[in-house]
């Protein structure tokens, strides 16, 4: 099993290294899982809302404890719970949750934007993200 930093520095999104390094272990073959992240990294496709690294650890969490009976509601709390712990944590450790302040509030859906990304190294606060997501949701599980 590889770890999400690995899967990131090999070039998956933010999304995909986290959700990648959960997937066989709770059930899910690793390629369909990187598909199901694809669009998740850089915030959603680029929107910078919530940071991707969060979207694949609360996908991971979902995978592991989701609900899939419409009988059990309790399911659905325990996941509910899991994901509010991890989102409390994400922000104690980074300060927000959401890509585009994590990053300063570049827009990465832009030429420009994209540059300054590269010229400020801040592909480093991204593989901080994913370190971050991935202990808390190893915790978790």
């Known amino acids: 099993m590889k770890k ?3 899967l990131f520095e090999a070039g ?4 995909q290294a986290v959700f990648g390094r959960f997937a066989e ?3 899910l073959d690793y390629d ?3 598909k199901i992240a694809s669009g ?16 694949g650890g609360i996908m991971a969490l979902g995978l592991r404890y989701g609900r899939t009976s419409d009988t059990d509601s309790s399911a659905t709390y325990d996941t509910y719970e899991k994901v509010n712990e991890l989102t409390k944590r994400f922000v104690r450790e980074n300060g927000s949750y959401i890509c585009k302040n994590l990053l300063g509030g570049i827009d990465l859906k832009t030429d420009q934007g ?7 190294g801040l592909i480093k606060v991204c593989e901080r993200c994913v ?3 991935e202990r808390i949701v190893e915790s978790l599980m």
Not at 12 to 15: A, K, L, V
Not at 41 to 51: F, H, K, L, Q, T
Not at 115 to 120: G, I, L, M
């Open 25 to 27: 272990e709770n059930g």
């Open 4 to 6: 999400a930093t690995d």
């Open 12 to 15: 998956f999104s933010c999304s």
């Open 40 to 55: 998740f990294g850089a915030g959603m496709a680029r929107n910078e809302e919530v940071c991707g690294a969060v979207t």
């Open 114 to 120: 994209q540059a300054e990304y590269a010229e400020r």
């Open 32 to 34: 369909t899982a990187l």
């Open 131 to 133: 370190k971050s997501a």
